[in-house]
């Protein structure tokens, strides 16, 4: 018996030793960094501006995995469900992990699934609307609106997204009401604009911004708090719409599965904290017409609690306080 205990025992340290070894030799083998929309758009680009950095940090490749669907819960599900080994990492957004579970059954709870490791960009929405559309402000959008009630068409990355929900607010506070369609990613939305199959959409900058240079659409303002860098001539829709308190910033940032070992979450946060510094990485952000940022886990995970319970009242507004 004091045998067999001794040899469990040895099996035991050789488990520990071998997972510490592993953790400490961590990465051994390529990295899946998966981006939860279409490729072409602002996550898909601040993923792979990310990619090609963690590969120079980490010397190891990064491979994209684009799973899109739901307004990015497909994919963010599927992180959540992953090995906490550190080979499974998302390029996640602000919808997904802050407004979507709190506005519909999600497979994952972002506070007990996920593990945030660094915010990378942040980026404000963009309204578009179609050139032939007699609408050249927001004043005239509202006006539109509700003259024309559930007769514009507005397109988002997917049902529960940031782009869907900043809509959605929007028309809470000013009392109008649009028809929402859904599409697989930012990009794919923002086409639909061009082309005419919806009229307008709160898009990420990235995906308005070569627009916008082409004359394809008509910018008329951007979603944050304060006017944009890239784009100083458009008013913000709180100042332009006279609405009080209406921003909608996006953010993507890099999350594990929960349960990914510490000294693994260490490396990859150590170098995020050197992207934002990198001449190539600052440069890549600012073509897609994002800022870098990097927070620690700590910082990260307090961002995402404390946008679910904002989101958790705002969506109870939408409803109807109901």
Same mark, same amino acid.
Request: aromatic content about 6%.
């Given at each position: 018996?004091?045998?067999?205990?001794?040899?469990?025992?040895?099996?035991?340290?050789?488990?520990?030793?071998?997972?510490?070894?592993?953790?400490?030799?961590?990465?051994?083998?390529?990295?899946?960094?998966?981006?939860?929309?279409?490729?072409?758009?602002?996550?898909?680009?601040?993923?792979?501006?990310?990619?090609?950095?963690?590969?120079?940090?980490?010397?190891?490749?990064?491979?994209?995995?684009?799973?899109?669907?739901?307004?990015?819960?497909?994919?963010?599900?599927?992180?959540?469900?992953?090995?906490?080994?550190?080979?499974?990492?998302?390029?996640?957004?602000?919808?997904?992990?802050?407004?979507?579970?709190?506005?519909?059954?999600?497979?994952?709870?972002?506070?007990?699934?996920?593990?945030?490791?660094?915010?990378?960009?942040?980026?404000?929405?963009?309204?578009?609307?179609?050139?032939?559309?007699?609408?050249?402000?927001?004043?005239?959008?509202?006006?539109?609106?509700?003259?024309?009630?559930? &007769?514009?068409?507005?397109?988002?990355?997917?049902?529960?997204?940031?782009?869907?929900?900043?809509?959605?607010?929007?028309?809470?506070?000013?009392?109008?009401?649009?028809?929402?369609?859904?599409?697989?990613?930012?990009?794919?939305?923002?086409?639909?604009?061009?082309?005419?199959?919806?009229?307008?959409?709160?898009?990420?900058?990235?995906?308005?911004?070569?627009?916008?240079?082409?004359?394809?659409?008509?910018?008329?303002?951007?979603?944050?708090?304060?006017?944009?860098?890239?784009?100083?001539?458009?008013?913000?829709?709180?100042?332009?719409?006279?609405?009080?308190?209406?921003?909608?910033?996006?953010?993507?940032?890099?999350?594990?599965?929960?349960?990914?070992?510490?000294?693994?979450? &260490?490396?990859?946060?150590?170098?995020?904290?050197?992207?934002?510094?990198?001449?190539?990485? &600052? &440069?890549?952000?600012?073509?897609?017409?994002?800022?870098?940022?990097?927070?620690?886990?700590?910082?990260?995970?307090?961002?995402?609690?404390?946008?679910?319970?904002?989101?958790?009242?705002?969506?109870?507004?939408?409803?109807?306080?109901?």
């Amino acid at each position: 018996m004091k045998v067999a205990l001794g040899v469990l025992a040895g099996l035991s340290i050789l488990a520990s030793t071998g997972l510490a070894s592993a953790q400490a030799d961590w990465p051994r083998k390529p990295v899946t960094l998966v981006v939860p929309y279409a490729p072409g758009g602002y996550t898909d680009s601040v993923g792979r501006i990310t990619a090609r950095y963690l590969e120079k940090a980490l010397g190891v490749s990064v491979v994209v995995e684009n799973r899109a669907g739901a307004g990015g819960i497909i994919g963010t599900a599927y992180v959540a469900k992953a090995a906490p080994d550190g080979y499974t990492l998302c390029v996640c957004s602000v919808g997904a992990t802050s407004v979507a579970p709190v506005a519909q059954k999600t497979d994952y709870d972002p506070m007990k699934d996920l593990l945030p490791i660094s915010i990378v960009s942040t980026i404000p929405q963009t309204v578009i609307v179609g050139k032939s559309l007699p609408i050249s402000n927001m004043t005239e959008l509202i006006a539109y609106a509700k003259a024309n009630p559930g &007769k514009l068409n507005y397109g988002s990355s997917g049902a529960g997204g940031l782009m869907h929900y900043s809509v959605a607010l929007f028309q809470v506070r000013t009392g109008t009401r649009m028809t929402h369609v859904p599409f697989k990613g930012g990009a794919p939305a923002t086409a639909a604009v061009v082309s005419g199959e919806v009229q307008l959409s709160f898009t990420n900058m990235t995906d308005a911004l070569p627009q916008m240079e082409a004359d394809t659409v008509r910018a008329i303002a951007v979603t944050s708090v304060e006017r944009s860098p890239f784009a100083p001539n458009l008013p913000t829709v709180a100042e332009a719409a006279k609405l009080e308190n209406y921003s909608a910033e996006s953010w993507n940032g890099i999350i594990a599965p929960a349960g990914t070992p510490e000294p693994v979450v &260490k490396k990859i946060s150590d170098a995020l904290a050197k992207m934002v510094d990198d001449a190539d990485a &600052k &440069k890549a952000m600012a073509t897609a017409g994002a800022t870098g940022v990097f927070t620690t886990p700590a910082e990260f995970k307090k961002r995402i609690g404390d946008e679910l319970a904002q989101w958790a009242i705002l969506v109870k507004e939408m409803k109807g306080g109901k």
